[in-house]
């Protein structure tokens, strides 16, 4: 090898390493700073034994990959996921938590975690799984998670969420579960809604929700779960909701103000093993039909103006005034 051969290859060695120190900077770079995001959540909380759990776990003198609740990817050893779920934890959430940006799935259910959602979390991009369900969140549902493309799952259930539904939520077409139940949510369904060709179950019970049964809904031919529960909706069930809705296991619109007959088209959803019509406004007859669903488990429809049964083949238990 003649003397410029070998110094052009010294110096292509010199510049690999380099780079190659500097990729490994840089990963290090990457976890530590999925480590300050993680320890600025635990310095959010307030003191009490669970805490004290992670002060001790959630520690510098480990790796990250290592503490109580957190998932990392076997290539880069970036946090995936964090799972926190019914430990009793109480505290906010801090900004930083949007600095996960390898974050798949996010779960912090069952805690008392309170305060409104830092905008951060929108950065949280490749996020599927979202479950802040039984805390005590405030604040209006924020337009950002119309950014979360991937997201699959959200639940936001049992906190104090207020304000309207926002129609940006219509964006996340990969959506498949959405449940808001037990907040303050006031107004309607948005039209937008019909757009979420993929989502499947849709619980929005016990709210202030206000105006016409959104039958936009029912044009997400995906949905088998539907709820309702417990608003101030008003008008009257489609008769082509099962022609609409063929996969619908799960009906719930109990205690609202619904009117007229029940649609004697409800036979024809047959997937149908659920269905809570209890505490509306419905007159005329049980529809015959409604014998001859073969899934159903239970049925409910007291509290309404119904005059009578008709339904004979399945033995089910139906109660009226």
Not at 59 to 80: A, M, P
Not at 116 to 138: G, I, K, W
């Amino acid at each position: 090898m003649s003397k410029a051969m070998g110094k052009i290859h010294y110096l292509f060695l010199i510049n690999f390493s380099l780079v190659s120190l500097a990729m490994m900077a840089a990963g290090n770079s990457n976890v530590t700073t999925d480590q300050l995001a993680l320890l600025a959540l635990r310095d959010r909380m307030i003191n009490s034994e669970p805490r004290e759990i992670l002060a001790k776990n959630w520690s510098i003198t480990s790796s990250v990959c290592d503490w109580i609740g957190v998932t990392c990817g076997s290539r880069h050893r970036r946090v995936t996921a964090l799972n926190i779920s019914k430990m009793n934890l109480t505290g906010t959430l801090p900004p930083q938590l949007g600095n996960l940006s390898f974050l798949v799935s996010l779960n912090i259910s069952r805690n008392n975690f309170h305060g409104e959602l830092p905008p951060e979390l929108v950065h949280l991009r490749r996020l599927r799984y979202l479950n802040f369900r039984t805390n005590n969140l405030s604040g209006e549902l924020p337009s950002w998670f119309g950014y979360l493309h991937k997201l699959q799952f959200l639940s936001l259930g049992n906190n104090s969420f207020s304000g309207s539904i926002p129609p940006s939520i219509s964006n996340m077409s990969k959506l498949e579960t959405l449940c808001l139940s037990f907040n303050s949510i006031e107004g309607t369904v948005p039209t937008e809604f019909q757009n979420l060709h993929n989502l499947k179950t849709l619980v929005v019970e016990y709210n202030p929700l206000s105006g016409p049964l959104p039958l936009h809904v029912f044009n997400i031919s995906s949905l088998e779960n539907i709820a309702f529960w417990n608003n101030n909706l008003y008008g009257i069930l489609p008769d082509d909701i099962c022609q609409r809705l063929k996969k619908l296991t799960w009906l719930n619109l109990a205690y609202n103000n619904l009117i007229g007959r029940i649609p004697s088209t409800v036979s024809q959803c047959s997937q149908l093993r659920y269905l809570s019509l209890s505490g509306n406004h419905f007159t005329g007859p049980i529809p015959m039909g409604i014998g001859n669903l073969t899934m159903l488990e239970q049925i409910h429809l007291q509290m309404n103006n119904l005059t009578g049964s008709d339904v004979k083949a399945q033995p089910l238990s139906i109660s009226l005034d």
